[in-house]
């Protein structure tokens, strides 16, 4: 198992402190962390989502924009990572919800295997007690104090504290949401039951939605991109009867939810994560190409028109 997941995000961000203007965002001490704004009050920008979408992933993918497809005339964001589990759930994933009574925000990054609080790290351990910890917060104001000793009572004291902040409602904040094509695919296997272990590689591609006025609308914009939008490939090595069992269970069709916008589901059950179908958060099309067989095998379809509405083109 890879380690050292909070060093490699830091060396990403230590980076984006040197380019800090280039970018567009701006870098503050806040309580005992270094807290790097990509969108909450500086603009932030294309790179800048590149950059923070490669920090959560722990530099062990690759994100970038494509030019627009056949389904919608926007930019596509494509993953490639040759280390899922590592990169996607050990690191990426946003299983840390940081709530305080003034601050909220979802937190994704290498942290997370950090705390090893969730029990995904009891059945992957990660071995992160260096001297850096890094975090992504999808959030629409900076971290207070209150919400920084939060996260610092689940890391080692020691360690110096890199939080990057963007709300979904940025430029910054819409690219890192939409790059999480590869890691909702590992997620949702990981959920039925399936060997994430036994997958070797991932790639994914998603339209990048306009960048919403607010981030509730922004929230709806990005998850139909993953839902209707994106298709994933993973290679794996594994008998092709568990993927003929696994597989229709995969992608977004698998959920009675499927077909409609997910800003209507979200309204729906009062702005609840929790309280929506769990089979709904998947990529719209999940392609698995078996190492072992040499077969591959589709799942899934994808929704252009629901795109078209959801992003207002």
Known sequence: ????????????????????????????????????????????????????????????????????????????VFVRTDHPLAACLQSQYAGWKIATDDFFAMGSGPMRAAAASEELFDEFPAQEDGPVCVG???????????????????????????????????QAGNIQVVARSVETAMHKLHELKFPVDVIVSGTGTAPLPPVANDDLAGIGRTNDSILYGSVVNLWVRCEDELIEEIGPQTPSNSSSSHGQSFLKLFKEANHDFYALDKALFSPAVVIFHNLTSGRSLRFGTLMPELLHRSFGM
Do not use: W, Y
């Open 1 to 76: 198992m890879l380690n050292q997941l909070n060093e490699r995000s830091a060396r990403i961000l230590q980076n984006a402190v040197s380019n800090a203007d280039d970018l567009r965002i701006e870098v503050s001490q806040l309580a005992q962390a270094k807290v790097l704004d990509f969108g909450v009050k500086s603009p932030g920008g294309i790179e800048a989502g590149l950059v923070l979408a490669r920090t959560c992933m722990a530099g062990l993918g690759h994100v970038d924009l494509h030019a627009a497809g056949s389904l919608i005339d926007v930019p596509q």
């Open 136 to 170: 992504v917060l999808e959030a629409g104001s900076l971290p207070t104090e209150a919400a920084i000793q939060t996260v610092r009572e689940k890391l080692t004291k020691h360690a110096e504290l890199f939080l990057a902040v963007a709300p979904t409602a940025s």
